[in-house]
């Protein structure tokens, strides 16, 4: 059990600490922590990610419904971007450039939309199928995506949900936008098994919420500073995104510990299965890291830097990062 003195406030927070109450598999450093946080603070930029690059649509040329469903039927199929037996990861061609991974996706349905593919269309996306999605997909040589079937029952699955709103998500984002709670958009999202993330740890079920909280987050980074800008009331409830990336970059800068053989499997790049409790104990260890990063800085600078900033500085850092990340076939992430 490690002393975190925040107060959780959102359901995935709350969970996450009691996964690391039983933690057997994973350790937070608190030292490390202290250092990280240094880093971030004298290597980094606090900012928001924009989402400014030309796989995304640009305001104002874009309205605000097409920016708003463009980030969440993306994020419906957010995930799993390289083959587990070659670790090969795709890509496509958008605008002269080579697009990988995650932004191969946003690639294909940036490229999509140009092409007038009704992409963002409840009746369109309820009606896809795995040879329309591929298509979509245009990979590069040797690259495909992978989980076509899951993607095609997500996209049909929240094709359904934007027709029952009435035609967009953009009205789930009026006014003063709430991420948790009875209208909260996240928690709409994850009522839907397009955005369920949920995991089983010690008999209770965890949830972490990633690609729902993401989307909300993209959307707000996007509009940041725009005409579309609005605020969100409950902006604390975010977390960090528990993915493979930032837990990795975390164990570079030793402010996660794992045992042995867990270690060993990550080192071998062999599969940590879905649901295991190694599995869980990374990504709840990532969501605590988190929350007792932002308040060592706040402790050190008096700024209080919200977890839509946070997350991005990790994101980049884990870049910065020479380690392995690892490997779990899921949807979540």
């Keep these: 059990m ?6 959780s406030i959102n359901p995935v927070r709350k969970d996450a600490d009691k996964v690391m109450d039983k933690a057997e598999h994973v350790n937070i ?5 202290v250092k990280l ?3 971030l603070i004298n290597n980094y930029e606090f900012n928001s990610a924009s989402w400014d690059a030309p796989v995304f649509p640009a305001i104002p040329e874009s309205d605000f419904e097409t920016v708003v469903d463009f980030f969440i039927v993306g994020n419906a199929i957010n995930y799993c971007f390289n083959d587990l037996e070659s670790g090969i990861k795709f890509s496509t061609n958008y605008l002269g450039t080579e697009w990988k991974g995650s932004f191969g996706l946003w690639a294909s ?20 199928t795995k040879n329309m999605l591929r298509s979509i997909f245009d990979s590069t040589e040797n690259t495909s995506m992978p989980m076509i079937e899951s993607r095609v029952e997500n996209l049909r699955i929240v094709g359904k949900l934007m027709e029952d709103l009435g035609g967009s998500f953009s009205v789930l984002f009026k006014d003063n936008v709430k991420i948790y709670g009875e209208i909260g958009v996240v928690e709409q999202l ?7 993330d949920e995991r089983t740890y010690d008999g209770e079920t965890i949830r972490f919420d990633k690609r729902a909280q993401l989307a909300v987050c993209m ?3 996007k509009c ?12 604390d409830s975010f977390t960090i995104f528990a993915d493979y990336g930032i837990p990795a970059g975390l164990v570079a800068y030793g402010v996660l510990e794992y045992s042995d053989s867990l270690q060993e499997q990550i080192n071998n790049n062999k599969l940590i299965p879905e649901n295991s409790n190694e599995e869980v104990e990374i990504r709840a260890a990532t969501v605590i890291s988190g929350e007792l990063i932002q308040k060592q800085i706040k402790k050190q600078t008096g700024m209080k830097v919200g977890m839509v900033v946070l997350d991005y500085l990790l994101w980049q850092m ?4 020479n380690t392995n990340a690892h490997i779990t076939e899921t949807t979540a992430y």
Excluded: P
């Design 109 to 128: 349905l940036k490229r999509a939309l140009d092409n007038n593919i009704q992409i963002l269309d409840a009746e369109y996306l309820q009606d896809i």
């Design 2 to 7: 490690i002393d975190s003195t925040y107060k």
């Design 318 to 321: 884990r870049n910065d990062a």
């Design 29 to 33: 450093n608190t030292d490390n922590i």
């Design 37 to 39: 946080s240094n880093n």
């Design 190 to 196: 994850v009522n839907s098994d397009a955005f369920k």
């Design 224 to 235: 940041l500073h725009t005409e579309y800008e609005f605020v969100i009331g409950d902006e």
């Design 219 to 221: 959307i707000y980074g």
